[in-house]
């Protein structure tokens, strides 16, 4: 068996069976953020400058949104299947397990508590003193350079590059992968996505089922 140190998921289409944290909001509320989106993946916006937009929609359509609401906004979402089960069996063998997303942080966490991971990280939304949305957060994930935290998470655990993994669906999210280190693209979000695994020459999991990346580190199939 080969020696794994960390496993660093993206969370929106990994770990939760949903294609954006983001997308969820803008559904509940019947925005578009398609025009926007492809400027950020263009690199044409920020991610700060992206969330502001983002959330000015939203107060533009309802002034005043509780946290509460915004939680609501996720009611049925499914973990992905086989997520609960790797997460579980990974821990079980002492890996370290962790999230880094650019979603939205009060869902990221709950996914995080439920699964019990060790650490995440994620871009959050600023709250007055009622509860209600102000804005954003300065984001705490470059969603164009996730290896920022992964390799933060590396440093402060002393954890050896090569036995790190990370997994991803999108574009961005191959820039979790730092030097040294090793990738897997889960179930790609996009034919954007698809074409950057492919390019960077990944293994590729088309399956909706996260336990289809064991093999891949392990060089077994999964059973616990």
């Keep these: 068996m080969k020696e794994i140190q960390a496993v660093v998921f993206d969370c929106d289409g ?3 069976d949903i294609g954006s944290s983001w997308q969820q ?14 400027r950020f993946l263009r690199k044409e916006i920020t991610d700060d400058e992206f969330m502001a937009m983002d959330i000015k929609m939203w107060l533009d359509i309802q002034e ?6 915004i939680m609501r906004c996720f009611s049925g979402v499914k973990l992905m299947i086989g997520a ?5 069996e990974l821990k079980k063998r002492g890996i370290y397990v962790a999230i880094v997303s650019s979603g939205v942080a009060r869902f990221i966490g709950s996914i995080a508590h439920m699964l019990n991971v060790d650490d995440w990280a994620a871009n959050d939304f600023s709250w007055d003193e009622k509860g209600f ?4 957060k300065p ?3 470059d969603s164009h350079d996730k290896g920022i935290m992964v390799k933060k998470l590396s440093e402060i655990n002393n954890f050896n590059p090569e036995k790190v993994w990370s997994v991803g669906d999108s574009s961005t999210d191959l820039s979790m992968q730092i030097p040294g280190s090793n990738f897997i693209g889960f179930n790609p979000a996009r034919q ?16 909706r089922d996260l336990r289809r990346i064991w093999p891949i580190i392990f060089n077994e199939e999964f059973s616990n």
């Design 14 to 16: 990994v770990l939760v």
């Design 133 to 136: 949305l102000a804005g954003p």
């Design 25 to 38: 909001i803008h559904d509940y509320f019947g925005t578009n953020n398609l025009e926007n989106l492809e």
């Design 84 to 88: 609960r089960d790797v997460v579980e």
């Design 64 to 69: 005043n949104i509780h946290m509460d609401e």
């Design 139 to 141: 984001s705490m994930v």
């Design 192 to 207: 954007r996505a698809s074409d950057a695994f492919k390019k960077a020459k990944v293994p590729i999991v088309l399956e």
